[in-house]
């Protein structure tokens, strides 16, 4: 919801195996207090290749299918990642399982506005010292302990002072 008072912004990897781990977990805590919190989606493609996947993705945005590739992504990583580098040629192959049309998203993802995001979460990821993915942040406090139940309190914390009762 646009109108939450709880921001969740989460530095990912497509290619970040924790990333993919932490998915389930969001939707868990959003589902958990619908309307109350705003889920941000930044990069950081600390992955060799990568940015080639977040081009994708952002191109998947424009056909309207983004969580769905996000999670296809995240769901087949060993089907496109070797010893922690992007196979982008097994990525094409699995795009029509969420119905995108992979030629549009080969143009697409070209667009020099996809770079600019690219640039602008990997400048704001080292400003904000990100050096690993996931990275959280729960109103501009970061995850600190790393782990699922730190988050956890920390979301349960900013719902209750956002939203007492």
């Known amino acids: 919801s646009d109108d939450a008072k709880v921001y969740i912004v989460k530095f990912t990897d497509p290619a970040c195996e ?3 781990s932490f998915s389930p977990f969001i939707k868990q805590a959003m589902g958990a207090f619908p ?3 705003k889920f941000v989606i930044r990069y950081a493609p600390f992955h060799e290749g990568a940015d080639g996947a977040v081009r ?3 191109a998947a945005k ?3 299918k983004f969580w769905e590739t996000l999670e296809l ?3 087949r ?7 922690h580098r992007v196979r982008i040629d097994k990525i094409w192959p699995l795009l029509p399982e969420v119905g995108l049309d992979v030629e549009r998203v080969k143009v697409d993802m070209k667009d020099p506005r996809i770079a600019a995001i690219i640039e602008q979460d990997l400048a704001d990821a080292e400003a904000l010292g990100v050096r690993k993915t996931p990275s959280f942040f729960v109103n ?3 995850l600190e302990p790393f782990g699922a ?3 956890a309190a920390l979301i349960k914390a900013e719902i209750r002072e956002q939203y007492p009762e």
């Open 18 to 20: 924790t990333c993919a």
């Open 35 to 37: 309307g109350q919190i």
């Open 56 to 58: 994708i993705l952002e």
């Open 62 to 64: 424009k056909q309207g």
């Open 73 to 75: 992504l995240y769901r």
């Open 77 to 83: 990583q060993a089907t496109w990642t070797q010893h």
């Open 140 to 142: 501009g406090k970061p």
């Open 149 to 151: 139940r730190p988050l």
